[in-house]
């Protein structure tokens, strides 16, 4: 079955650090992949997607790459500031008949400091 | 209401106690999704409602969980003898799509319960 693996936190960095979470994954067919985002206190939110190969997803200076060679899905970010603590999840919808259920990995703990 | 709104946002049952969890979907949303969130792991789908009609439970673990969405908006997630193993974060999203991730899921803040 599909499934996702993700970069074992917690990952603590200082503002303005380079910030990669590693994101692979596997599946049939043509997935579409996502990161999601739960801060504190709060729902997951969704912070980007890429639904076929070669696209870049990106949002609030976050990037991911869809690459189907590789099988993975990084989350990059240049610069990151302290509100960027937060849990992040990357996720798969499958391309078939099940495209409604998301397929998540066990999220990454990010703190940063100031 | 302006978000996905879950309740409670917590539970504590005994072993064997049934609990309901509520989900309020935005409103006029079509798709409700329903999933479990154990400690230390991500969310793992458990149903999914097209309006009223349940088209996928196959992420129900065993026939103690019991999900309905009667009117097409607000769902309600039961769960019969509850056991320990059910300790979990309950999460409810919705989407204002039919069957497609295309559009985004926006989740509640979660129903999490502690069976002891």
């Known amino acids: 079955g599909d499934s996702v693996t993700q970069m074992e936190g917690p990952v603590t960095l200082s503002e303005e650090a380079f910030l990669t979470i590693n994101c692979t994954y596997t599946a049939t067919g043509y997935p579409s992949l996502f990161w999601y985002v739960q801060y504190p206190g709060e729902g997951l939110q969704l912070l980007l997607k890429?639904?076929?190969?070669?696209d870049k997803g990106s949002n609030k200076g976050f990037e991911a790459t869809y690459r189907k060679e590789t099988t993975s899905f990084h989350l990059e970010k240049g610069s990151v500031q302290v509100s960027d603590s937060a849990v992040y999840f990357c996720a798969l919808s499958d391309g078939g008949g099940s495209n409604y259920k998301l397929t998540f990995g066990k999220g990454t703990l990010l703190t940063v400091n100031p | 209401g302006a978000g996905v709104s879950q309740s409670p946002r917590y539970k504590v049952a005994k072993r064997g106690q049934d609990v309901a969890l509520r989900c309020d979907p935005i409103s006029g949303h079509v798709s409700l999704f329903w999933y479990q969130q154990a400690l230390g792991q991500g969310p793992e789908f458990l149903t999914y409602?097209?309006?009223?009609?349940?088209?996928?439970k196959s992420g129900l673990p065993s026939d103690r969980f019991f999900a309905e969405r009667p009117e097409g908006s607000v769902s309600t997630l039961k769960i019969q003898r509850t056991q320990q193993e059910d300790s979990a974060v309950y999460l409810c999203?919705?989407?204002?799509?039919?069957?497609?991730?295309?559009?985004?899921?926006?989740f509640g803040q979660g129903t999490r319960l502690t069976v002891v």
């Open positions: 999203a919705s989407s204002v799509a039919a069957g497609t991730l295309n559009t985004e899921a926006f």
């Open positions: 890429a639904t076929k190969a070669d």
């Open positions: 409602f097209q309006n009223e009609a349940q088209l996928d």
